[in-house]
């Protein structure tokens, strides 16, 4: 959110002498999180007004002339300029040698030189708004105008800024710290705080008097939903342009300038924080009702039409909805060029309601943002002084001829008892009750003390939610005293010895031998998944938990695997790396009832604990990859303590390729899978032109040693010999079939002390439909050393032991 420092001085006398960086700092000490502070004058350094005293045709362009321009003092200079409206005496903006502008209002600033135009030496550059940022506060009507400065007072050579108002500070507040503050969305509620922590005096709004006219028929079906409907008939006004300080004060902080109307609504909900609507009178059929939608449609002013439900609180007129109530008015009655009476509401709404409405529909309107964090009622009298105020203003013919002020739920103070004792016990801080009163007074609070116990009354701003318990009064207190001002003190606590926790460690252990060893980057990622992603890679949402209120229509679905967002993020990253390992440790979600074992239902757990890696290479690596995600997973268990892991090929996963791929087994039941994933879903991911070896695991079902298994063995005290052999095989035969048959020989068993797969090859020197298989024998004895004729011996029994069993065959 935005706010303008001179507005809020509109409310609160802030020193000269102090300083806006102490306010900042001091804020979001205390109340919200400044993120930064925008001098806006600095935007407009070395731009000024320029009169033009002569239009002359360039001689060397039929579109372009030589306007000489005052800069101030009588300093008259050629400027080349290609605006159609150029004309004499017509004040303009002008870009000094220096300044910053938009190049046709486009792509980055660029910084202004003299230079010869068409061979005509030109001195900096007359501006169109949009060349400066000004092209919704003064609009042009095409590209081809500039911006005409003449309604302005100033003379020329005064500086841009000063002209049209523009010495202005804006801070930039965190909307998430102001989510449980409804009284700061406003300038007023800001200037109360500020008011509040220096101890500064606030001008209170003046309250308005409603003349005596007729009353305005607004009937509240719902007087749960809608707690107070004001509504003023207001003839004598007009969709003409609204005054040039509302507007730039509305342009200030983020909003464009639309027609008077319009405008004044803006201006008092970003003034107070309470949202207001203006309907057309004349394109109303009826009386105003507040009530539940009835399976009807509404084209809302986005130009959306809405199928709305019975569960949407809607403004309607005789002939139906007009509104959205407090999230977005209807096209139908909203404000017209020829619009001469209006209907003003000022309305507070149960901000569940306006909440879910809001993100049902993905209309997320400055209205909504503002209904759903809960306003006070009482905010409406407000409201209705600055709407009053600015309508007198802007249409001084203006007549209020009807009213209607339906309070239907009076707002109840909430009312607090705290005892004094537990909250200078809870505050480690000896705070006298003078100090806190002054400082619960200067928010609005009042106090009355009996005995020990506080009875504190909070202030209606502050009764929605914000301030219920006596956490919030002691929160409250210390904010105000100032959180540095509280010194830290050690906690005192005793470690009676360690806890062994496996199921806990063994998530970390997996980090870290991921992170350290392996050379994978940690991701965190949301636990919705994008349905583009769903679908690519999961193939459909069955089993899959659906959020009521998601963060977006496409993100609905809480994962029920990480490898869709992996997938995501793999996609994203391949524009800056071509190679990377990435990992993520995280909760996935199933529905109860999703998984048939055996014709019956068994019920899964609402969540379990996974870890899911990809491997990303080019699209030649796909060996490499798979093997390099097949010796990660293998060698896992033996750095997380837990039992070793077979790979078999039972059940393939719905992303894998139709051949790269293996299932991850420990003690006879499926913990995970890994493989490639398949060319289709990787283009649907967006990942055209590199090759993606995916895993998943269920840490849960990891099975660990109950203890340490490691023995002591003493190194070998005689020498050991190692032997190369490279064997042919048919190409059925895997190296763990060729494993399992030399280390199950008991003729050989003794002296086999080690057994190293080197590598595999097929080519022009092994024959078709054969492989040649290379590894690395350790033949060695505990008692002496080996002869030639012992290690040969061995060797050779090896070598016909594969020969009768795998049909093995010597190169």
Not at 168 to 175: G, S, Y
Not at 334 to 349: D, R
Not at 391 to 398: D, H, T, Y
Not at 476 to 503: C, D, W
């Amino acid at each position: 959110m935005k706010l303008s420092l001179n507005w809020i001085k509109d409310y609160v006398e802030i020193p000269a002498d102090l300083e806006l960086s102490r306010i900042a700092y001091d804020l979001t000490m205390s109340t919200v999180e400044v993120e930064n502070i925008i001098d806006l004058g600095k935007k407009f350094e070395k731009i000024i007004v320029g009169t033009i005293k002569e239009v002359l045709p360039h001689s060397n362009a039929d579109k372009l002339k030589i306007c000489r321009t005052d800069i101030g003092d009588g300093d008259i200079r050629d400027i080349v300029c290609g605006g159609v409206n150029v004309k004499n005496n017509m004040k303009v903006a002008v870009a000094l040698p220096g300044a910053l502008v938009k190049w046709h209002g486009e792509g980055e600033l660029v910084e202004i030189k003299n230079a010869k135009v068409r061979g005509v030496e030109s001195y900096g550059m007359i501006c169109a708004s949009s060349e400066i940022g000004l092209s919704d506060l003064l609009p042009c009507k095409n590209d081809a105008e500039i911006s005409d400065l003449s309604d302005f007072s100033a003379s020329a050579g005064t500086s841009l800024a000063t002209a049209l108002g523009l010495n202005d500070f804006i801070l930039e507040i965190d909307n998430k710290s102001l989510t449980n503050r409804p009284d700061l969305w406003g300038h007023y509620g800001l200037a109360r705080e500020i008011s509040a922590l220096y101890n500064f005096p606030l001008k209170e709004i003046e309250e308005y008097k409603v003349p005596k006219v007729t009353e305005l028929k607004v009937n509240i079906e719902q007087p749960s939903l809608c707690r107070r409907y004001i509504g003023l008939k207001i003839e004598g006004v007009s969709a003409k342009t609204s005054p040039f300080e509302v507007q730039s004060r509305l342009w200030r902080v983020g909003m464009r300038p639309i027609n008077a109307l319009v405008d004044i609504t803006n201006y008092v909900m970003l003034d107070v924080g309470q949202p207001t609507h203006a309907f057309d009178f004349d394109n109303l059929k009826g009386d105003i009702t507040v009530r539940l939608a009835k399976n009807e449609k509404l084209l809302a002013l986005n130009g959306k039409e809405l199928s709305l439900s019975t569960k949407d609180l809607i403004i309607a007129d005789n002939e139906g909805a007009i509104g959205l109530a407090g999230v977005i008015g209807g096209k139908k009655d909203s404000v017209f060029e020829t619009t001469n009476k209006v209907v003003l509401e000022i309305a507070n709404f149960d901000p569940i309601t306006i909440r879910h409405t809001a993100v049902k529909y993905d209309c997320r309107t400055e209205s909504s943002m503002r209904n759903e964090k809960g306003i006070d009622a009482e905010r409406c009298d407000l409201a209705l002084s600055i709407s009053m105020k600015l309508f007198s203003k802007v249409f001084p013919q203006m007549k209020i001829t009807a009213f209607c002020n339906n309070y239907s739920t009076k707002l109840s103070n909430n009312k607090i008892d705290v005892s004094y004792e537990w909250l200078i016990r809870r505050l480690g801080k000896d705070i006298s009750f003078k100090t806190v009163e002054q400082k619960l007074e200067l928010l609005g609070f009042k106090i009355k003390q009996e005995n020990d116990i506080m009875h504190i009354t909070v202030p209606s701003w502050r009764s929605t939610g914000d301030v219920s318990i006596s956490d919030d009064i002691l929160e409250e207190v210390a904010r105000m005293y100032g959180l540095e001002n509280f010194e830290p003190k050690s906690i005192g606590t005793t470690f009676n010895g360690a806890i062994n926790q496996p199921k806990i460690d063994i998530t970390r252990k997996i980090k870290e031998y991921l992170a350290f060893r392996c050379n994978f980057n940690e991701i965190f990622s949301y636990p919705w998944i994008n349905e583009e992603y769903l679908k690519a890679v999961l193939g459909d949402s069955i089993g899959m938990l659906s959020l009521s209120t998601p963060p977006s229509p496409s993100e609905k679905f809480l994962r029920s695997s990480l490898l869709p967002n992996l997938c995501k993020v793999v996609s994203e990253n391949l524009r800056y790396f071509n190679e990377f390992n990435i990992f993520e440790s995280a909760l996935v979600f199933f529905d109860k009832d999703y998984k048939v074992i055996n014709d019956e239902k068994e019920l899964l757990p609402l969540q379990q604990l996974n870890v899911a890696g990809a491997f990303v290479g080019e699209m030649e690596s796909v060996n490499e990859l798979f093997r390099k995600a097949k010796g990660t997973l293998e060698a896992l268990p033996r750095y997380t303590n837990a039992l070793p892991f077979n790979f078999e090929r039972t059940e393939k996963p719905i992303w894998a390729d139709n051949v790269v791929w293996l299932n991850i087994i420990q003690n006879s039941q499926t913990i995970g899978n890994f493989g490639l994933l398949s060319r289709k879903i990787a283009l649907d991911c967006g990942i055209k032109n590199s090759s993606v070896v995916l895993f998943e695991l269920n840490i849960e079902a990891i099975q660990l040693y109950p203890s340490r298994t490691n023995k002591f063995s003493h190194l070998a005290q005689y020498p050991m010999t190692e032997r190369d052999l490279s064997l042919l095989f048919d190409l059925s035969i895997r190296w763990e079939d060729v494993e399992k048959v030399i280390k199950s020989n008991n003729a050989t068993r003794e002296l086999l002390k080690g057994l190293v797969f080197v590598g595999e090859y097929r080519g022009a020197q092994v024959p078709e439909n054969k492989k040649s298989l290379t590894f690395k024998l350790a033949i060695g004895s505990l008692n002496k050393t080996l002869t030639s004729n012992e290690i040969d011996n061995c060797t050779n029994k090896i070598v016909d032991s594969l020969k009768s069993k795998l049909g093995a065959q010597i190169r």
